[in-house]
């Protein structure tokens, strides 16, 4: 079977410090949704993956930290979510409120997507995003 190159980006995820890089930005992006979803910090935490109270704070207060790749991909999910949510439902308020109201859609059980957010299942993250692009037609 012959082998392909891989592409720069997938290259660059292997590198050292690729994960630090994105770490920042991703936090700081993460506490803005939260602001707009009315996260409480358990909330927030649950759908980090539960780190320590004082490592979440610590994030929280720099802005910054050393993310794991789960957190960095749970935090991939999020911002694919808040996003897909922007487009779909373009008054922002509306957009924010949807992961807290009940949902008919068969996926939520009549629930809100948030509850399912935070089951602490990155599949759980991963089956929203989905529900959403496929909303989007995507």
Same mark, same amino acid.
């Given at each position: 079977?012959? #082998? $392909?190159?891989?592409?720069?980006?997938? *290259?660059?995820?292997?590198?050292?410090?690729? +994960?630090? =890089? @994105?770490? %920042?930005?991703?936090? #700081? $992006?993460?506490?803005?949704?939260?602001? *707009?979803?009315?996260?409480?910090?358990?909330? +927030?935490? =649950? @759908?980090? %993956?539960?780190?320590? #109270?004082?490592?979440?704070?610590?994030?929280?207060?720099?802005?910054?930290?050393?993310?794991?790749?789960?957190? @960095?991909?749970?935090?991939?999910?999020?911002?694919?979510?808040?996003?897909?949510?922007?487009?779909?439902?373009?008054?922002?308020?509306?957009?924010?409120?949807?992961?807290?109201?009940?949902?008919?859609?068969?996926?939520?059980?009549?629930?809100?997507?948030?509850?399912?957010?935070?089951?602490?299942?990155?599949?759980?993250?991963?089956?929203?995003?989905?529900?959403?692009?496929?909303?989007?037609?995507?």
């Amino acid at each position: 079977m012959p #082998r $392909t190159k891989a592409s720069p980006a997938s *290259a660059r995820a292997h590198e050292p410090g690729h +994960a630090q =890089r @994105l770490s %920042g930005p991703a936090l #700081r $992006t993460f506490f803005r949704i939260g602001d *707009a979803w009315k996260l409480s910090s358990d909330e +927030a935490r =649950r @759908l980090l %993956g539960d780190p320590p #109270r004082s490592t979440f704070f610590l994030w929280k207060k720099n802005g910054d930290g050393q993310l794991a790749r789960d957190t @960095l991909e749970r935090l991939s999910y999020i911002l694919g979510i808040y996003k897909a949510l922007q487009i779909l439902l373009p008054d922002p308020a509306a957009a924010d409120a949807w992961v807290r109201k009940p949902n008919a859609a068969p996926l939520f059980g009549g629930r809100p997507a948030l509850e399912r957010m935070l089951s602490g299942n990155v599949a759980d993250l991963y089956v929203i995003r989905q529900y959403l692009d496929a909303w989007r037609g995507g």
